[in-house]
């Protein structure tokens, strides 16, 4: 069956749903199995070690949580990440149950020099939340959210994924940006930006990060706030996994109504060259409250499609004013635009947004919308018999904008749109020509860029990486030296020690 086919059906909320049961049901009958002499695995330099029994037992004895190896149950599942063209068997696969686990499973690590990957959605395009050979400390029993109301906080367990905060805090009458796709996990988008349908309103998901509790590669448990350990605060907010294994995250919420207007607009493709430059005007001189993401897309064997994606989250009395400019571009093929549940409308992409499906993408940030870009984007796009092909425009700019490029580390304030050029094909199909295309058609578009953003960062060299920090980066370079000297935590978009 075709996986894409799959997970559009209902029969794949039902398996979602039932993943934490299996998963706790193969680690606990993992616990039962008989440890080999040794096993084969990898350090982080690449040099091949073996890793004896009696360390394994120990390791295996100090967890509250599952120790998985390659022939233990749940061990397939816990390798796989989001994109089903990533197939990497680290040697061993720790899953936590909580901080001191994690203190364990990284003491662990750094003793014996290990390739070191830490998931937790799996949503990582590049694959870096498994690896080959290594360690993989999986976060899925991390998981758990606590609302304090009054003081507008919420604390979310270093595994969860954005679903659970979002149907947590809204419970109460109370938001923070969190992505738009829910299962996504709140480390990996968090730590390195963290759009969302609320971004422009509220800031980024790194901007309503108050304090996080961190296990760094000295095995030190870490509390870091604007007044204790500040300056790692700074760092986690835009520098990714790169200084340690956040265990819990804590968010500055905000009061808002539980109904939005959300849904999509969908033209057929054949108008894009006229109303890409619609899309870019309104996108531009949106109010805050406004999101709006822009979609070309086009199946095999079908017609494709332009679509105008929003999430309107303002006054009820304003909506009509501020939909006008939609509503002009003419008799659309389909409009879902409706009043809808907040944490619905976050659920509604979770099986059609790109980034869900793609096997190969490309991705820049934007700063404006020049006139050549829309019409290299038309130029450019090809449909194929054999893939689905995306251009994907995700909005940013306002509030994310107001905010200085020294004060996290997330440095692209000025971005006003992330642009992702995809490909998807069947898993069984060869991926040459496709991601060949997708290479030719990026090279027209990456001058109109600016950096990436390093959620859809993609096999970029290390120099072109840190260059992404831009000025931020020698700030950061001062922090990995202090807190993860020999590069300990590297499956990541990485920055590298000063020595």
Not at 195 to 218: E, M, P, S, Y
């Amino acid at each position: 069956m075709d996986r894409r086919k799959f997970f559009a059906s209902s029969l794949a909320a039902a398996v979602t749903l039932s993943l934490p049961v299996r998963r706790l049901m193969a680690a606990d009958a993992a616990s039962t199995l008989a440890l080999p002499a040794e096993i084969p695995a990898i350090t982080g330099d690449g040099t091949r070690t073996t890793l004896a029994r009696s360390d394994l037992q120990a390791l295996k004895d100090s967890l509250r949580g599952a120790l998985l190896l390659p022939d233990s149950p749940g061990y397939d599942e816990a390798r796989r990440v989001q994109n089903e063209t990533i197939d990497r068997h680290p040697a061993l696969v720790v899953q936590p149950s909580g901080a001191a686990d994690v203190r364990t499973a990284v003491t662990f690590a750094r003793e014996h020099s290990l390739l070191l990957a830490v998931k937790c959605g799996g949503h990582s395009q590049s694959g870096l939340s498994t690896c080959e050979g290594g360690m993989q400390l999986d976060l899925s029993r991390v998981r758990g959210v606590r609302i304090d109301p009054a003081a507008r906080r919420a604390y979310a367990g270093g595994g969860c994924l954005l679903g659970e905060l979002d149907f947590e805090a809204m419970a109460c009458g109370l938001v923070t940006t969190a992505g738009t796709v829910s299962h996504t996990g709140v480390g990996g988008l968090t730590l390195g930006g963290g759009f969302g349908r609320l971004a422009r309103r509220f800031g980024l998901a790194l901007d309503n990060l108050t304090a996080v509790d961190i296990v760094t590669a000295d095995g030190q448990y870490r509390h870091a706030s604007r007044t204790e350990n500040p300056e790692l605060l700074w760092g986690v907010r835009g520098g990714g996994g790169n200084f340690g294994v956040v265990t819990t995250f804590e968010f500055a919420l905000h009061p808002m109504q539980r109904q939005v207007i959300a849904g999509n607009v969908v033209f057929p493709l054949s108008r894009a060259r006229e109303l890409l430059p619609a899309y870019a005007d309104l996108s531009l001189h949106a109010p805050d409250d406004l999101y709006t993401d822009c979609i070309l897309s086009a199946a095999p064997g079908k017609d494709g499609v332009f679509v105008i994606a929003l999430c309107y989250s303002g006054p009820a009395e304003h909506a009509e004013r501020t939909l006008a400019p939609i509503r002009r571009l003419g008799t659309p093929v389909a409009d879902t635009l409706k009043g809808i549940d907040y944490v619905t409308a976050q659920r509604g992409t979770d099986r059609s947004d790109p980034r869900v499906y793609a096997d190969y993408e490309q991705s820049g940030l934007i700063n404006g919308f020049d006139s050549h870009l829309a019409a290299a984007v038309v130029a450019g796009f090809e449909s194929s018999a054999e893939r689905r092909t995306t251009v994907f425009f995700q909005h940013g700019g306002g509030a994310i904008g107001r905010v200085p490029a020294t004060a996290t580390a997330f440095p692209h304030r000025r971005a006003t749109h992330n642009l992702l050029v995809a490909a998807s094909w069947p898993a069984e199909n060869d991926p040459t020509p496709h991601r060949r295309f997708i290479d030719q058609y990026w090279k027209t578009l990456r001058q109109f860029t600016d950096g990436v953003y390093v959620n859809t960062m993609n096999d970029e060299t290390p120099d072109v990486v840190e260059a992404n920090y831009q000025g931020n980066l020698q700030r950061l370079r001062r922090l990995k030296q202090k807190y993860d000297p020999t590069n300990l935590f590297r499956l990541n978009e990485n920055v590298r020690p000063n020595a």
